[in-house]
């Protein structure tokens, strides 16, 4: 590690090797990526991949920093999740800035409490909630997270602290939670580095009249409300196929949706994938003409620029910062009303082949276009320096 280098302590509850908890660790892997010339990046996450998993990483060493691609990273298992261990990896570390990954994860509850007996002293603190403080997502499991919100406001613990959202969109939504008075910073999700030398339509399977296939690529959640879907497709006609990608998040939940794909007509099809890992999505997705996801919420969304990359024009709700797709040519941000959504999908099952072609190239340059005008980069090297008190030259 350069000795003239800041130093950043993420907590954030999964990282690599890991690929099956969403964008939230998809922002720091690509954070780590971008900056690691710039900055020492220290990780503490769990041993496991995803909400659910109990089977620990093989090949790690769990009682010292392991190298990860620019990172080093500390890995612990539930039981050693406790006050005295942030504390002890913290003195450790001895970093410039923390930096928590989530609100309601194991790590921030005690990061909480570290701030509010004052053991930070003249460190910054960050917090990424992505997403959790937002309308929909403070809903379910409404009266346990207002508890602890307010709890944890009542005693202090919310003292100094940098927020980190998204979009404006998620900062006036946190605002409402944390208080007008709060300092919330807006710095768009880190992306990968993409790669454009291959047009996103160039693979995409022929687009029959009155056939269409969909992916639906995320944790299955009733936040991702997957069954939304399931309930308004029953009286589409033609012959539509949806693949379902990703892990379980909630068992119940999953039970309540494939209830629902027992009811489906034989013309539709619903293919339960399960997982894939990180680097073969973007091949993966090539294989479908759109991707589908009614979301009730969503703070940013790495999973669309990929399905806009790979040429899938967007069947998503207008519940994310991706709004007026059908004016930029590129999908449909939908109301969730059954009418709608039925109709739109009616629409992408009987498009012909020649419509879809040019859909889907939009698709493909609209994401390239979006890369190239939104410098993010900036975005959080501007959050880490007010945070760190870096005063920017204005030619910086």
Known sequence: ???????????????????????????????????????????????????????????????????????????????????????????EVKPDLLYSNSYFSAFNRYLLIINGLNKFKDMPFIIAPCGELSNEPIKLGKFKKHTYLNLAKS??????????????????????VLGSKSKILVAPDMVPDFDFEESGDNKKPEKIIGEAKMVFLSRLNRKKNFNFLLENIGQITGNLTIDVIGPVDDEN???????????????IKINVIGSIPHSEVIETLKKY?????????????????????????????????????EKKKVGWSLPLEKKIWSGIIQKCVDMDEKEYKILSGNAFSFVKKWVSENNIESDTLNLFNVALGVTLSKSA
């Open 155 to 176: 005693l202090n613990f919310h003292k100094n602290i940098i927020w980190k959202a998204s979009s404006e969109v998620e900062k006036s939504e946190m605002a409402q």
């Open 253 to 267: 939940y999953w039970n309540e949706c494939l209830v629902l794909i027992k009811k489906l007509p034989s013309n």
């Open 289 to 325: 003409h759109y991707f589908v996801l009614p979301t009730q919420n969503e703070n940013f969304g790495h999973i669309f620029l990929e399905a806009l990359q790979a040429g899938c024009p967007l069947i998503i709700s207008n519940r994310t910062p991706w709004l007026d797709l």
């Open 1 to 91: 590690m350069n000795k003239d280098k800041k130093k950043i302590l993420i907590f954030s509850e999964y990282y690599l090797p890991g690929y099956k908890s969403g964008g939230g660790m998809r922002t720091i892997v690509n954070i780590v990526s971008h900056f690691k010339n710039t900055f020492d990046f220290f990780i503490v996450t769990k041993d496991c991949d995803g909400k659910g998993d109990k089977t620990p990483y093989e090949g790690v060493d769990y009682e010292h920093w392991n190298d990860v691609q620019g990172a080093k990273v500390f890995y612990l298992n539930d039981k050693n999740i406790k006050l005295n261990k942030i504390v002890e990896l913290i003195d």
